[in-house]
């Protein structure tokens, strides 16, 4: 019988162990250096993942106004996800901030919206890296369906997102 109590504690804390660390390397910063674009998933200051993304048509400078094809720059946050997106899943990031819509606003123009973190179309899912060929998105951040999966279980809503030039 001691035996067994000795095997359940045994189980038991390797099942911890495994939680502890599932929960760790989740995500909790996601930095998007559009110079270079690069994508890189954080824990603490532990690096998770970098991936090499495509950007908006128009990719220096920061968003101003909706349809001007830029990816915003600032900080932000994954406020949404959707499973049911048109470019297989997608991670919502929070833009426009008070400061986006307030600059919008002086120039007489709507922030936009609807800045994703995102995968491919199932039209154009065959393409993979291909994609990134080109700056080809209306100001979101896209990556393979294979990268976004991983992304999907990686970044929970919540996540702190920083996009820099």
């Not at 502890?20 to 603490?44: E, F, H, N, W, Y």
């Not at 920061?62 to 990816?71: A, L, Q, S």
Request: aromatic letters at 4%; hydrophobic letters at 40%; proline letters at 5%.
């Amino acid at each position: 019988m001691h035996s067994r109590s000795v095997k359940l504690m045994v189980v038991l804390l390797a099942g911890q162990c495994l939680a502890s660390a599932t929960s760790a390397s989740l995500a909790d910063k996601v930095v998007i250096v559009k110079s270079t674009r690069t994508m890189t998933l954080l824990s603490g200051d532990k690096i998770l993942k970098t991936y090499k993304v495509a950007l908006g048509t128009t990719p220096t400078g920061p968003k101003r106004v909706e349809g001007d094809h830029k990816t915003p720059e600032g900080n932000y946050v994954i406020d949404q996800k959707n499973a049911q997106s048109r470019f297989h899943l997608s991670l919502h990031i929070s833009y426009p901030s008070p400061a986006d819509r307030e600059r919008a606003r002086k120039l007489g123009a709507r922030p936009g919206g609807a800045i994703m973190i995102h995968g491919l179309a199932p039209s154009f899912a065959y393409l993979g890296a291909l994609h990134r060929q080109t700056d080809w998105t209306d100001g979101c951040i896209a990556v393979t369906n294979a990268e976004i999966e991983e992304i999907w279980k990686l970044v929970p809503v919540g996540t702190r997102v920083e996009i820099r030039q």
